[in-house]
């Protein structure tokens, strides 16, 4: 297993992590071995959002036994009412009643990571700052029962506001090529791709780590409904995610210890099979050819690091300063290159790298 580092602290994050809201039909005892296999195989990160309240429960018997070997992301706002299905709430009193009665079942005084629940409206948004659900999550930051406040959303003009808080650390949002280039084709797939990997800059920026849902595209890249020419693989699709600025994990949904054990195929697999250039196929493509960082483009003869240059330019331009830090410690830097031409013609994705190599050297140069 990989680890990536939240910026705010330092807490090591295994790039895999575990979404359970996949866990129907699944049997305690499988869920038991499933969350243990997933602690054996150095997954520590686990979102905890699941479809029933008894599969919760189920859970939190594992989480409780190994609290100091994990991470869990509790949403404020997810709620298992009546029926004990899944539901969504803004209202405060279950909110907190739904907390604390989980913070019980783990056997545990506080929350590693404590998200507003699925934020994609202005509206939403508006009222959990007003009605007091904000000011409730902000007294327990403060009390030390939340240890890092976020949020969950799909959208990423509702992700800028919860960064203008200043009061973040980590945000779960979705990510996969579909969402980024076939905008409006997809549910959940909100804002244009611009916006899309402008924000993944802006956390990256704000020091903002992201853990990714929906990074199979809820299955549809892996089959006939891909919008590619071809399906798409799990490493594939995990791959695309991890390379996104501030990615620190994604969350794939696990069904068993079989579905479990197709996702930690990524750890083991070859560069070649994680390669998803593919993606070039897509139907609908970006408004112009954009560097995606996958490197495929090499070897250059210069040697430069042609995907990290172009991730350290598109954060500077968005403002973040340690991106300048890093490109200056490049030992190769832009201005190495000899318009060869090699990347372009092999860039997938027909970004026009000469002349953004020639734009990178000036950018940092002047600046
Ligand atoms: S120039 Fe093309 S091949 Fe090279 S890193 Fe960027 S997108 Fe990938
Ligand atoms: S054009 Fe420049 S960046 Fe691209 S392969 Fe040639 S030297 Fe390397």
Not at 17 to 35: F, N, P, Q, R, V
Not at 209 to 224: E, N, P, R, T, Y
Request: glycine share 8%; hydrophobic share 35%; with cysteine.
């Amino acid at each position: 297993m990989q680890y990536r580092r939240l910026p705010q602290d330092g807490t090591e994050i295994s790039i895999i992590g575990m979404g359970t809201s996949c866990l129907h039909h699944t049997d305690a005892d499988e869920i038991e071995k499933t969350i243990c296999l997933a602690i054996e195989n150095g997954i520590n990160y686990f979102d905890t959002v699941v479809t029933k309240a008894r599969e919760f429960e189920a859970m939190a018997n594992v989480f409780a036994k190994n609290r100091d070997k994990v991470y869990l992301q509790q949403h404020f706002g997810a709620m298992y009412p009546g029926d004990g299905k899944y539901g969504w709430t803004r209202d405060l009193s279950v909110i907190k009643d739904t907390f604390q009665r989980q913070l019980r079942l783990l056997g545990t005084d506080y929350t590693d990571f404590g998200f507003v629940h699925c934020i994609d409206e202005k509206e939403d948004f508006e009222n959990v700052m007003k009605n007091g659900l904000w000011d409730y999550m902000k007294g327990l930051k403060n009390g030390g029962i939340i240890r890092h406040l976020g949020c969950s959303t799909h959208n990423p003009e509702i992700l800028r506001r919860f960064l203008d808080t200043g009061l973040i650390d980590m945000a779960m949002f979705s990510i996969n090529p579909a969402y980024d280039y076939a905008v409006g084709k997809f549910e959940h797939a909100l804002g244009d791709s611009q916006s899309r990997s402008r924000i993944y800059a802006e956390c990256e920026a704000a020091g903002v780590g992201l853990s990714v849902m929906k990074v199979l595209g809820g299955g549809q890249l892996l089959d006939a409904r891909s919008p590619f020419g071809q399906t798409l693989t799990k490493n594939q699709c995990i791959q695309y995610a991890l390379d996104r600025p501030a990615v620190l994990t994604v969350l794939p949904g696990v069904t068993s210890r079989k579905t479990l054990k197709e996702i930690l195929e990524y750890i083991s697999a070859e560069e070649s099979e994680k390669d998803y250039t593919i993606i070039e196929n897509l139907h609908i493509k970006p408004e112009e050819a954009r560097c995606v960082y996958c490197n495929h483009c090499q070897p250059c003869p210069k040697g430069i690091d042609i995907g990290m240059l172009n991730k350290y330019y598109d954060l500077a331009l968005v403002g973040d300063r340690l991106a300048f830090g890093h490109y200056k410690k490049q030992e190769i830097k832009a201005d190495a290159c000899i318009s060869c031409g090699h990347c372009e013609k092999q860039c997938p994705f027909h970004v026009k790298q000469m002349q953004r190599m020639h734009e990178i050297a000036a950018y940092f140069k002047e600046s």
